[in-house]
């Protein structure tokens, strides 16, 4: 099992960049697929970026290419998500979570471990 724990939400103005990080409890951080979903309020969950065990491979939705950048550092056991020319609807609590499987994992459902989340806020 993992523990997974989110920081570096905030408020920014449009424009704007965050970094958010995620922290994994435990040795075998490398053998978990890693992602970051977000959900804002009155919309289901949705994948925004996730990577490979090895981070050989990267997934961003369309409305984030170019714009988000997803990285991992499996000798501090946590996933970075950094966020460039941030939007107003990129608004939404931003969570991480890892799954066993191997490979590109991109569905939600897919993802056995969850983070309790961080808000990010964008004013415009």
């Known amino acids: 099992q993992v523990q997974l724990v989110e920081s570096g939400g905030g408020l920014v103005q449009a424009g704007g960049s965050l970094r958010l990080s995620c922290a994994a409890s435990?040795?075998?951080?490398?053998?978990?697929?890693m992602g970051w979903f977000r959900q804002a309020p009155g919309k289901e969950r949705e994948s925004v970026s996730t990577?490979?065990?090895?981070?050989?491979?990267?997934y961003y939705a369309d409305s984030v290419k170019g714009r988000f950048t997803i990285s991992r550092d499996n000798a501090k056991n946590t996933v970075y998500l950094q966020m460039n020319s941030l939007k107003p609807e990129d608004t939404a609590v931003y969570y991480c979570?890892?799954?066993?499987?191997?490979?590109?994992?991109?569905?939600?459902?897919?993802?056995?471990?969850w983070g309790q989340g961080t808000q990010v806020t964008v004013s415009s």
């Open positions: 979570a890892a799954t066993p499987e191997y490979g590109l994992i991109i569905p939600t459902g897919r993802y056995n471990y």
């Open positions: 435990g040795r075998t951080f490398s053998r978990y697929g």
């Open positions: 990577i490979t065990r090895s981070g050989g491979s990267t």
